[in-house]
């Protein structure tokens, strides 16, 4: 069994930054493909970016740019540096693993206008 704590939320201005870390245990997240996504409410689930466990990523065209993904192999944590925030990105991030589909709670990202 693997857990998933996603930190590192907040609220900040547009225009911000703030870095979000999923911390894993269990399991070395080396071994999965993480993902990042976002929901906003009243809108479905988006795929922000990925990172698989040779270490290709990949990133949504809204955050190319932006955002980073990047991975502390030894401390089983996976980072998604958000930079240029804008009122569009606030929602409710997650971190997930693929095949196996674990999940954490979610951490907010609030960014005013």
């Known amino acids: 069994q693997v857990q998933l704590v996603e930190s590192g939320g907040g609220l900040v201005q547009t225009g911000g930054s703030l870095r979000l870390s999923c911390t894993a245990s269990?399991?070395?997240?080396?071994?999965?493909?993480v993902r990042w996504l976002r929901q906003a409410p009243g809108k479905q689930r988006e795929l922000v970016a990925t990172m698989s466990p040779s270490g290709i990523t990949n990133y949504a065209d809204s955050v190319k740019g932006r955002f980073s993904i990047s991975r502390d192999a030894a401390k089983s944590t996976v980072y998604l540096q958000m930079t240029n925030l804008k009122p569009e990105d606030t929602a409710l991030y997650y971190c997930?693993?693929?095949?196996?589909?674990?999940w954490g709670r979610g951490t907010q990202v609030t960014v005013s206008s």
């Open positions: 997930n693993t693929q095949p196996a589909n674990y």
């Open positions: 269990g399991r070395r997240l080396s071994t999965y493909t």
